[in-house]
């Protein structure tokens, strides 16, 4: 047995850190560990398959070699709510529902699902809107493929009472659900352009 800390995963730098509130980008599933030991990566691999050269397993390359292609849906809970969520707002299974139901649209398995806070660059590590834990049942009775928003999809600070899992996007859709993030989408343009052509589902090539 052999324990990990509460929150644990890994990211790769070249010549400079790309992670972070500044630069859109996706999360590959050997970002995050459960706290399960060493066999805390995505489908019981062994964390040790992290190297100092890089991830043997589940990196970024695997998704890079296709791509992610399908059918994007936009959620936009900041125009349902009436304008940008205070920063650490918690978005809840219900928005999601009002935003579909707002739409027209239905989110089904092997979505692409963008969920706008309305918020964009001004989410930061300190303060951002997100999902709350709640949504995790959600997103994978739907089968949803990847989740982006405008920030990382968390909510900071933490949610009072979630100590151990104080991330649970990140902690429990990247290990547990096989889910890729692309966090810090810039969706104002995406929202404008769907109010355009009043379609709120739209081909996603990234």
Do not use: K
């Not at 968390?154 to 996007?169: K, L």
């Amino acid at each position: 047995d052999d324990p990990l800390p509460e929150e644990s995963g890994c990211y790769d730098t070249v010549a400079m850190s790309c992670h972070g509130f500044g630069v859109t980008h996706v999360d590959a599933l050997c970002h995050m560990f459960t706290p399960q030991g060493t066999e805390g990566m995505y489908n019981g691999h062994p964390i040790s398959n992290v190297t100092d050269t890089g991830a043997l397993r589940l990196g970024i390359e695997h998704i890079g070699a296709t791509g992610i292609v399908g059918r994007g849906v936009l959620l936009d809970v900041a125009e349902i709510r009436g304008g940008p969520l205070p920063l650490g707002t918690a978005i809840m299974p219900a928005d999601l529902e009002a935003a579909e139901q707002a739409h027209n649209v239905t989110v089904g398995e092997g979505d692409i699902v963008f969920v706008r806070n309305g918020a964009g660059a001004r989410n930061t590590y300190r303060h951002a809107s997100g999902l709350h834990a709640a949504c995790l049942p959600w997103l994978r009775d739907r089968r949803v493929a990847v989740l982006s928003s405008d920030s990382d999809s968390d909510v900071h600070p933490p949610i009072s009472g979630f100590n151990t899992w104080a991330e649970p996007i990140h902690m429990v859709a990247i290990p547990y659900l096989g889910l890729a993030l692309i966090d810090h989408a810039e969706l104002d343009g995406l929202a404008q352009a769907c109010a355009q052509e009043d379609r709120w589902s739209f081909f996603v090539s990234a």
